[in-house]
């Protein structure tokens, strides 16, 4: 009874800081806050609410058209994601993966999706608090003072360590409260020394 099954047409809400920001509409979607389906997915980790997530990967293969980078709106970030890759035929036949007919559809992808495994009819919800970039993984613990800390790794060579700590603290049995933890929090990346040590550096927008 809890089947289902999810696919790059599965509706999801985006929710977080970029949820509703003009770089995340669409045609489909000028709201930016429902995009349709996730791709590429890599490992992710259960929640201690119980909750899956599952996290987007490379992303950048199944965009299409590079004439049409040359003068994008998006040119610098999609540079910094390898946007278009052109792995996949999609955009040739799907126009949303035609950077040229949709510049922000793939701002929509590179996200932390959750998803709740024991309602098959709720919405999975891409996370966007815990940061944009080609994830691997998205495993947590539960910190001394009841903030959930979220471990992940993006897989392009040469990048990053990060980890999500959420504002707000665990609170057991607490269903609606614990639901939305995600959408507000710090996330840091890491930098490693030479000497083993390791410093957790706050990514926080405008500094």
């Given at each position: 009874k809890y089947n289902r099954r999810i696919t790059a047409e599965t509706d999801m809400t985006i929710s977080g800081p970029c949820a509703g920001h003009a770089r995340m509409t669409t045609s489909?979607?000028?709201?930016?806050?429902?995009?349709?389906?996730?791709?590429?997915?890599?490992?992710?980790?259960?929640?201690?609410?119980?909750?899956?997530?599952s996290a987007e990967e490379n992303?950048?293969?199944y965009f299409w058209n590079r004439p049409a980078l040359a003068g994008h709106v998006e040119k610098r970030n999609y540079e910094r994601m390898?946007?278009?890759?052109?792995?996949?035929?999609?955009?040739k036949f799907h126009s949303?993966?035609?950077?040229g007919s949709e510049p922000n559809e793939s701002n929509r992808f590179g996200w932390i999706v959750e998803i709740d495994p024991l309602d098959p009819e709720s919405t999975p919800i891409k996370r966007t608090a815990l940061g944009r970039f080609k994830h691997e993984g998205a495993e947590n613990i539960l910190n001394r003072d009841g903030r959930v800390v979220i471990?992940?790794?993006?897989?392009?060579?040469?990048?990053?360590?990060?980890?999500?700590?959420t504002r707000n603290a665990f609170m057991q049995g607490q269903e609606a409260h614990n639901r939305n933890l995600l959408d507000e929090g710090t996330?840091?990346?890491?930098?490693?020394s030479d000497d083993?040590?390791?410093?957790?550096?706050?990514?926080?927008?405008?500094?």
């Open positions: 489909y979607d000028p709201a930016g806050v429902h995009v349709r389906g996730m791709l590429n997915n890599c490992a992710g980790g259960m929640t201690p609410w119980g909750t899956w997530l992303i950048n293969m390898g946007i278009p890759a052109e792995r996949q035929v999609w955009g949303r993966f035609d950077i471990y992940m790794g993006d897989d392009q060579q040469f990048d990053y360590v990060y980890k999500f700590v996330l840091y990346v890491a930098r490693f083993g040590t390791l410093e957790w550096i706050p990514l926080v927008f405008g500094t």
